[in-house]
Nanobody, 122 residues
Framework: QVYLVQTGGGWVQAGDSLRLSCAASGRTSGIGAVGWFRQAPGEDRDFVATSTWRGGAEYYSDSAKGRFAIFIDNSKNTVYLQMNNLRPEDTDVYFC???????????????WGQGTQVTVSS
C-alpha cells in the first residue's frame, strides 16, 4: 500500500504562484507513475499533470501546459506541482495520485492524497 499526504494550496490572487507537495510512504518501490488531478464539487476528477516516478516523461493538460510543472524528489519520495501564473479558473481541489504507469485517467491510479483546496481570486 502507498500512502500519500498532501501539503500546500491555499488562497492566492491571479498571477501568483503556488507549490503543492505530495509525500509518499509505504510501498513506494511499487510506484510507476504519479499524477495530479483537480475536482470541482459534484464533478469528475480532471487531469492536470502526470510523470513517471523516476522522471523523464511528463504530460500536461492543455490548461496546465506552460504554466504548471510536475517534478519529483526521489530522495524525499515527494512529488510537487509548481503552479505559476494562476488564474481564477484554476480554482479547485487538487489531488495527487500514484499508480503503475503514466496516464491522464484517474481510474488508472490506485492511491490518492487527501486533496487540497486551491482558490485563485481575480
Amino acid at each position: 500500500q502507498v500512502y500519500l499526504v498532501q501539503t500546500g494550496g491555499g488562497w492566492v490572487q491571479a498571477g501568483d504562484s503556488l507549490r503543492l507537495s505530495c509525500a509518499a510512504s509505504g510501498r513506494t518501490s511499487g510506484i510507476g507513475a504519479v499524477g495530479w488531478f483537480r475536482q470541482a464539487p459534484g464533478e469528475d476528477r480532471d487531469f492536470v499533470a502526470t510523470s513517471t516516478w523516476r522522471g523523464g516523461a511528463e504530460y500536461y493538460s492543455d490548461s496546465a501546459k506552460g504554466r504548471f510543472a510536475i517534478f519529483i524528489d526521489n530522495s524525499k519520495n515527494t512529488v510537487y506541482l509548481q503552479m505559476n501564473n494562476l488564474r481564477p479558473e484554476d480554482t479547485d481541489v487538487y489531488f495527487c495520485a500514484a499508480g503503475d504507469g503514466i496516464s491522464a485517467y484517474p481510474e488508472h491510479f490506485h492511491n490518492w492524497g487527501q486533496g487540497t483546496q486551491v482558490t485563485v481570486s481575480s
